[in-house]
T-cell receptor, first 114, second 116 residues
Framework: AQSVTQLGSHVSVSEGALVLLRCNYS??????LFWYVQYPNQGLQLLLK??????LVKGINGFEAEFKKSETSFHLTKPSAHMSDAAEYFC????????????FGRGTSLIVHP | DTGVSQNPRHKITKRGQNVTFRCDPI?????LYWYRQTLGQGPEFLTY??????LEKSRLLSDRFSAERPKGSFSTLEIQRTEQGDSAMYLC????WGGGPTDTQYFGPGTRLTVL
């Protein structure tokens, strides 16, 4: 069965600082991995996804994530936080060969201080 | 392309009443998904459709929950005899084809249900 664990329900950074949101996955097969962002009163928006091509995936808004099989991790990073990055971030995993239905983590709330 | 729309955005109901939510996917998207999101949790998959066929419904939370997509376009999610534990955000998503690594789900803004 597939699952994800997001370490830290809240992450607080200063504007301009590095953003690091952690995600570890469990999957019985090489997974597909996703990061979504949810702004208040809006639906989830895909930031980036890993589908077994390059292990370093670049997404929208300057975010990127690296798939590390040995660590079963897919952490999300951004070199310099903006106030507009404040939102809820969800990591998700799906297993290829089936219905591709993703399993989401509990989310991490990113707080950006001026 | 106007995105996925959901109606109503908010619904307040009394325990025991039935409620129905509507989702209009992006035009020509074949797949449509329903999720539930409770406070402090990620979306939890409920069911999905490939065109008008409901391909997975074992994850619906109880037999009080049902979903339809009669013509392969919009979908409805009905909850009968609502309970306070049904209070949550109900999300709909659609994707352009039948799944796979390049498929992307596009989410609507959700319907927030409050059961008093």
């Amino acid at each position: 069965a597939q699952s994800v664990t997001q370490l830290g329900s809240h992450v607080s950074v200063s504007e301009g600082a590095l953003v690091l949101l952690r995600c570890n996955y469990s999957s019985s097969v090489p997974p597909y991995l996703f990061w979504y962002v949810q702004y208040p009163n809006q639906g989830l928006q895909l930031l980036l996804k890993y589908t077994s091509a390059a292990t370093l995936v670049k997404g929208i808004n300057g975010f990127e994530a690296e798939f590390k099989k040995s660590e079963t991790s897919f952490h999300l990073t951004k070199p310099s936080a903006h106030m507009s990055d404040a939102a809820e971030y969800f990591c998700a995993v799906s297993e290829p060969g089936g219905s591709y239905i993703p399993t989401f983590g509990r989310g991490t709330s990113l707080i950006v201080h001026p | 392309d106007t995105g996925v729309s959901q109606n109503p955005r908010h619904k307040i109901t009394k325990r025991g009443q039935n409620v129905t939510f509507r989702c209009d996917p992006i035009s020509e998207h074949n797949r449509l998904y329903w999720y539930r999101q409770t406070l402090g949790q990620g979306p939890e998959f409920l069911t999905y459709f490939q065109n008008e066929a409901q391909l997975e419904k074992s994850r619906l939370l109880s037999d009080r929950f049902s979903a339809e997509r009669p013509k392969g376009s919009f979908s409805t999610l009905e909850i009968q005899r609502t309970e306070q534990g049904d209070s949550a955000m109900y999300l709909c998503a659609s994707s352009p084809w039948g799944g796979g690594p390049t498929d992307t789900q596009y989410f609507g803004p959700g319907t927030r249900l409050t059961v008093l």
